[in-house]
Nanobody, 131 residues
Framework: QLRESGGRLVKAGESLKLSCSGR????????????MAWFRQAPGEEREIVAA????????WYSKSVQTRFFISRDDDKNMLSLQMNSLKPEDTAVYLC??????????????????????WGEGTRVTVSS
């Protein structure tokens, strides 16, 4: 189970941190072997991946639209995935969702590759950036 939090209304130029907590009845650290990612979906738009991190936490990927502004991180001891968003723009307005792959400790070639592998999804948290 994935649950996002932290979304709210902010002004352009401000920062915001999103969190995604993972829970499982079978394991204390359910996503330690999973690659994870943040997606977003704006009204009337298709869902797009914005950032991803591999299962070991030593490799990250970012879409061109958020690179140098957004930073993904994970804390497996706390079962937490985070997305630090800086210099927010009105075009960042969207519902942000976290996702995880099957947990097979797979390697990936990039965002497109990891995007196709996501198997578990949260319900999303809404971020609105006013101009």
């Amino acid at each position: 189970q994935l649950r996002e939090s932290g979304g709210r209304l902010v002004k352009a130029g401000e920062s915001l941190k999103l969190s995604c907590s993972g829970r499982s009845r079978q394991a204390a650290r359910p996503f330690v072997t999973h690659a994870m990612a943040w997606f977003r979906q704006a009204p009337g738009e298709e869902r797009e991946i914005v950032a991803a991190i591999n299962w070991s936490g030593d490799e990250t990927w970012y879409s061109k639209s958020v690179q140098t502004r957004f930073f993904i991180s994970r804390d497996d001891d706390k079962n937490m995935l985070s997305l630090q968003m800086n210099s927010l723009k009105p075009e960042d307005t969207a519902v942000y969702l976290c996702a995880a792959d099957e947990g097979l400790q797979r390697g990936y070639d990039g965002l497109d590759d990891i995007s196709r592998a996501m198997a578990y999804w949260g319900e999303g948290t809404r971020v609105t950036v006013s101009s």
